[in-house]
Protein backbone atom coordinates (compact mmCIF):
# COMPACT_ATOMS: atom_id res chain seq x y z
CA UNK A 1 0.00 0.00 0.00
CA UNK A 2 1.15 3.15 -0.80
CA UNK A 3 1.83 5.53 1.64
CA UNK A 4 1.29 8.93 -0.29
CA UNK A 5 -2.50 7.65 -0.56
CA UNK A 6 -5.02 10.06 0.92
CA UNK A 7 -7.58 6.82 1.42
CA UNK A 8 -6.03 3.09 2.19
CA UNK A 9 -8.47 0.36 2.34
CA UNK A 10 -7.76 -3.44 2.47
CA UNK A 11 -10.46 -5.90 2.48
CA UNK A 12 -13.12 -4.01 4.29
CA UNK A 13 -16.03 -6.16 5.14
CA UNK A 14 -18.85 -4.69 7.34
CA UNK A 15 -21.45 -7.17 8.41
CA UNK A 16 -24.96 -5.78 10.13
CA UNK A 17 -26.88 -8.24 12.01
CA UNK A 18 -30.47 -8.46 12.42
CA UNK A 19 -31.57 -11.13 14.82
CA UNK A 20 -30.01 -14.35 13.32
CA UNK A 21 -30.31 -12.77 9.91
CA UNK A 22 -26.24 -11.36 8.94
CA UNK A 23 -26.36 -8.94 6.24
CA UNK A 24 -22.53 -9.03 4.59
CA UNK A 25 -23.30 -5.32 3.10
CA UNK A 26 -19.70 -4.76 2.42
CA UNK A 27 -17.63 -7.78 1.63
CA UNK A 28 -13.82 -7.47 0.72
CA UNK A 29 -13.47 -4.31 -0.54
CA UNK A 30 -9.70 -2.93 -1.15
CA UNK A 31 -9.71 0.81 -1.92
CA UNK A 32 -6.81 3.64 -2.29
CA UNK A 33 -7.37 7.57 -3.32
CA UNK A 34 -4.81 9.95 -3.44
CA UNK A 35 -4.87 13.70 -3.40
CA UNK A 36 -6.89 15.96 -6.30
CA UNK A 37 -8.88 12.11 -7.58
CA UNK A 38 -11.99 11.52 -8.15
CA UNK A 39 -13.46 8.07 -7.33
CA UNK A 40 -17.10 7.27 -8.22
CA UNK A 41 -18.63 4.30 -6.37
CA UNK A 42 -21.55 2.90 -8.61
CA UNK A 43 -23.59 -0.16 -8.52
CA UNK A 44 -27.44 -1.05 -7.70
CA UNK A 45 -29.34 0.04 -4.95
CA UNK A 46 -28.69 -2.08 -1.48
CA UNK A 47 -24.93 -2.92 -2.81
CA UNK A 48 -23.20 -1.35 0.04
CA UNK A 49 -22.28 1.71 -1.58
CA UNK A 50 -23.54 4.01 1.72
CA UNK A 51 -22.18 1.25 3.90
CA UNK A 52 -18.37 1.45 2.24
CA UNK A 53 -18.47 5.42 1.67
CA UNK A 54 -19.54 5.92 5.96
CA UNK A 55 -16.41 3.54 6.67
CA UNK A 56 -14.01 5.30 4.45
CA UNK A 57 -15.40 8.36 5.87
CA UNK A 58 -14.63 6.86 9.60
CA UNK A 59 -18.58 7.26 10.60
CA UNK A 60 -18.74 3.25 10.78
CA UNK A 61 -16.76 1.06 11.99
CA UNK A 62 -15.44 -2.26 9.63
CA UNK A 63 -16.11 -6.05 10.71
CA UNK A 64 -13.04 -6.92 9.38
CA UNK A 65 -10.12 -5.17 7.01
CA UNK A 66 -7.80 -2.43 7.45
CA UNK A 67 -8.46 1.31 7.09
CA UNK A 68 -5.79 4.44 7.13
CA UNK A 69 -6.92 8.19 6.06
CA UNK A 70 -4.45 11.00 5.43
CA UNK A 71 -1.33 8.44 6.27
CA UNK A 72 -2.75 7.04 9.80
CA UNK A 73 -3.71 3.70 10.84
CA UNK A 74 -7.85 4.22 11.53
CA UNK A 75 -9.01 0.68 12.05
CA UNK A 76 -7.33 -3.15 12.23
CA UNK A 77 -4.02 -4.54 12.46
CA UNK A 78 -2.89 -3.69 15.95
CA UNK A 79 -3.69 0.32 16.12
CA UNK A 80 -7.17 1.30 16.73
CA UNK A 81 -7.81 4.82 17.14
CA UNK A 82 -9.67 6.61 20.18
CA UNK A 83 -13.04 7.76 19.80
CA UNK A 84 -11.58 11.32 20.58
CA UNK A 85 -9.01 11.29 17.72
CA UNK A 86 -11.76 9.56 15.54
CA UNK A 87 -13.69 12.77 16.23
CA UNK A 88 -10.81 14.69 15.13
CA UNK A 89 -10.49 13.10 11.93
CA UNK A 90 -13.85 12.74 11.31
CA UNK A 91 -13.89 17.38 11.27
CA UNK A 92 -10.46 17.83 10.07
CA UNK A 93 -9.86 15.53 7.36
CA UNK A 94 -13.61 14.87 6.09
CA UNK A 95 -16.27 16.88 4.42
CA UNK A 96 -19.27 14.89 3.89
CA UNK A 97 -22.28 15.29 1.84
CA UNK A 98 -25.03 13.29 3.06
CA UNK A 99 -27.73 12.05 0.04
CA UNK A 100 -31.00 14.05 1.60
CA UNK A 101 -28.43 17.44 2.06
CA UNK A 102 -29.41 17.07 6.14
CA UNK A 103 -29.98 20.82 5.95
CA UNK A 104 -31.66 22.54 9.52
CA UNK A 105 -34.93 24.03 8.20
CA UNK A 106 -35.03 26.65 10.76
CA UNK A 107 -31.44 28.23 10.21
CA UNK A 108 -29.90 29.99 7.17
CA UNK A 109 -28.17 29.21 4.31
CA UNK A 110 -25.43 30.73 6.04
CA UNK A 111 -26.13 29.20 9.69
CA UNK A 112 -26.43 25.82 7.91
CA UNK A 113 -22.78 26.19 6.37
CA UNK A 114 -20.88 27.33 9.59
CA UNK A 115 -22.70 24.57 11.33
CA UNK A 116 -19.60 21.97 11.52
CA UNK A 117 -17.40 24.61 12.27
CA UNK A 118 -19.82 25.67 15.69
CA UNK A 119 -18.24 22.92 17.84
CA UNK A 120 -15.00 22.94 16.88
CA UNK A 121 -13.42 26.68 16.35
CA UNK A 122 -15.36 29.51 15.29
CA UNK A 123 -13.86 29.94 11.42
CA UNK A 124 -16.09 33.29 11.16
CA UNK A 125 -18.52 33.83 8.75
CA UNK A 126 -15.30 35.16 6.77
CA UNK A 127 -14.88 31.38 5.91
CA UNK A 128 -18.13 30.91 5.17
CA UNK A 129 -18.24 33.77 2.92
CA UNK A 130 -15.90 31.94 0.76
CA UNK A 131 -17.51 28.72 0.32
CA UNK A 132 -20.70 30.54 -0.70
CA UNK A 133 -18.53 32.71 -2.91
CA UNK A 134 -16.97 29.54 -4.64
CA UNK A 135 -20.56 27.84 -4.67
CA UNK A 136 -22.06 30.61 -6.35
CA UNK A 137 -24.36 31.43 -3.30
CA UNK A 138 -23.66 34.56 -1.95
CA UNK A 139 -26.45 36.03 -2.80
CA UNK A 140 -28.69 33.39 -0.88
CA UNK A 141 -27.04 33.69 2.71
CA UNK A 142 -29.90 35.02 4.53
CA UNK A 143 -32.38 32.35 2.97
CA UNK A 144 -33.85 29.27 4.53
CA UNK A 145 -33.40 26.14 3.02
CA UNK A 146 -37.24 26.04 2.11
CA UNK A 147 -36.91 29.17 0.31
CA UNK A 148 -34.33 27.86 -1.99
CA UNK A 149 -34.03 25.27 -5.44
CA UNK A 150 -32.87 21.94 -4.97
CA UNK A 151 -29.66 22.79 -7.00
CA UNK A 152 -28.66 26.07 -4.09
CA UNK A 153 -29.90 23.23 -1.15
CA UNK A 154 -26.86 20.82 -3.11
CA UNK A 155 -24.25 23.83 -3.51
CA UNK A 156 -25.05 24.67 0.35
CA UNK A 157 -24.93 20.80 1.14
CA UNK A 158 -21.04 20.98 -0.44
CA UNK A 159 -20.43 24.26 0.88
CA UNK A 160 -20.95 23.35 4.47
CA UNK A 161 -18.67 19.93 3.56
CA UNK A 162 -16.18 22.47 2.73
CA UNK A 163 -15.90 25.27 5.87
CA UNK A 164 -13.43 22.74 7.78
CA UNK A 165 -10.67 23.03 4.98
CA UNK A 166 -11.10 19.18 4.33
CA UNK A 167 -8.16 17.14 2.31
CA UNK A 168 -11.51 14.66 1.29
CA UNK A 169 -15.07 15.37 0.47
CA UNK A 170 -17.23 12.01 0.76
CA UNK A 171 -20.65 12.79 -1.11
CA UNK A 172 -23.38 10.12 -1.28
CA UNK A 173 -25.47 10.70 -4.61
CA UNK A 174 -24.44 14.70 -4.78
CA UNK A 175 -26.74 15.15 -7.94
CA UNK A 176 -29.27 12.42 -6.91
CA UNK A 177 -32.33 14.89 -7.08
CA UNK A 178 -31.06 17.11 -9.31
CA UNK A 179 -31.79 17.69 -13.18
CA UNK A 180 -29.18 17.28 -16.00
CA UNK A 181 -28.04 20.93 -16.28
CA UNK A 182 -27.99 21.33 -12.15
CA UNK A 183 -26.07 18.12 -12.11
CA UNK A 184 -23.34 19.46 -14.72
CA UNK A 185 -23.13 22.28 -12.19
CA UNK A 186 -22.48 20.35 -9.46
CA UNK A 187 -19.69 18.41 -11.14
CA UNK A 188 -17.66 21.33 -12.60
CA UNK A 189 -17.91 22.16 -8.61
CA UNK A 190 -16.51 19.20 -7.70
CA UNK A 191 -13.92 18.34 -10.68
CA UNK A 192 -12.84 22.60 -9.32
CA UNK A 193 -12.07 20.96 -6.05
CA UNK A 194 -10.15 18.15 -7.05
CA UNK A 195 -7.77 20.91 -8.84
CA UNK A 196 -7.21 22.64 -5.35
CA UNK A 197 -5.76 18.59 -4.33
CA UNK A 198 -9.12 17.86 -2.69
CA UNK A 199 -9.88 14.34 -3.05
CA UNK A 200 -13.97 13.50 -3.69
CA UNK A 201 -15.11 10.24 -3.17
CA UNK A 202 -18.66 10.10 -4.59
CA UNK A 203 -21.37 7.30 -4.77
CA UNK A 204 -23.65 8.12 -8.09
CA UNK A 205 -25.96 7.14 -10.90
CA UNK A 206 -25.11 9.71 -13.11
CA UNK A 207 -23.39 7.94 -15.90
CA UNK A 208 -21.69 11.56 -17.23
CA UNK A 209 -20.44 11.92 -13.79
CA UNK A 210 -19.38 8.46 -13.21
CA UNK A 211 -17.40 8.55 -15.96
CA UNK A 212 -15.48 12.27 -15.72
CA UNK A 213 -14.06 10.64 -12.99
CA UNK A 214 -10.59 9.84 -12.26
CA UNK A 215 -11.62 6.16 -11.23
CA UNK A 216 -14.48 4.14 -11.58
CA UNK A 217 -15.73 1.22 -8.84
CA UNK A 218 -18.71 -0.54 -9.22
CA UNK A 219 -20.16 -3.03 -6.61
CA UNK A 220 -22.50 -5.69 -6.60
CA UNK A 221 -23.58 -7.11 -3.38
CA UNK A 222 -20.86 -5.80 -1.54
CA UNK A 223 -17.47 -6.99 -3.94
CA UNK A 224 -15.96 -4.82 -6.95
CA UNK A 225 -17.37 -6.16 -9.77
CA UNK A 226 -15.36 -3.74 -12.16
CA UNK A 227 -13.10 -1.29 -12.10
P1 LIG B 1 -26.57 1.24 -1.14
O1 LIG B 1 -26.06 2.53 -0.59
O2 LIG B 1 -25.71 0.68 -2.25
O3 LIG B 1 -27.99 1.34 -1.58
P2 LIG B 1 -26.34 0.27 1.58
O4 LIG B 1 -24.89 0.40 1.91
O5 LIG B 1 -27.23 1.32 2.13
O6 LIG B 1 -26.51 0.13 0.00
O7 LIG B 1 -26.87 -1.13 2.10
C1 LIG B 1 -26.25 -2.37 1.77
C2 LIG B 1 -26.98 -3.50 2.47
O8 LIG B 1 -26.82 -3.40 3.87
C3 LIG B 1 -28.48 -3.51 2.23
O9 LIG B 1 -28.90 -4.86 2.17
C4 LIG B 1 -29.03 -2.83 3.47
O10 LIG B 1 -30.34 -3.27 3.73
C5 LIG B 1 -28.06 -3.29 4.53
N1 LIG B 1 -27.91 -2.30 5.62
C6 LIG B 1 -27.42 -1.03 5.48
N2 LIG B 1 -27.38 -0.41 6.67
C7 LIG B 1 -27.87 -1.31 7.59
C8 LIG B 1 -28.08 -1.27 9.02
N3 LIG B 1 -27.78 -0.20 9.73
N4 LIG B 1 -28.59 -2.39 9.60
C9 LIG B 1 -28.88 -3.49 8.88
N5 LIG B 1 -28.69 -3.58 7.55
C10 LIG B 1 -28.19 -2.52 6.91
MG1 LIG C 1 -26.98 4.45 -0.48
Do not use: W
Given at each position: ????M??????????F??????????D???FE?G???????T???????????N???????????????????????????????LT????????????????????????????P?????????????D??????????????????????M?????????????K???????????????A????????????????V?????N?????S???????????????
Amino acid sequence: MANDMIISARDLSKVFRRGSEEVRAVDGISFEAGAGEMVAITGPSGSGKTTLLNMIGCLDNPTSGTLSVGGRPVFGGHRELSERELTRIRRELFGYVFQKFYLIPTLTVEENIMLPGAFYQAPGAKAARDVMKLLGIEQRYRHLPGEISGGEMQRVAIARALINGPKVILADEPTGSLDSRRADEISAILHGLTKQGITVVLVTHNLDLARSADRRLEIRDGKIHAE
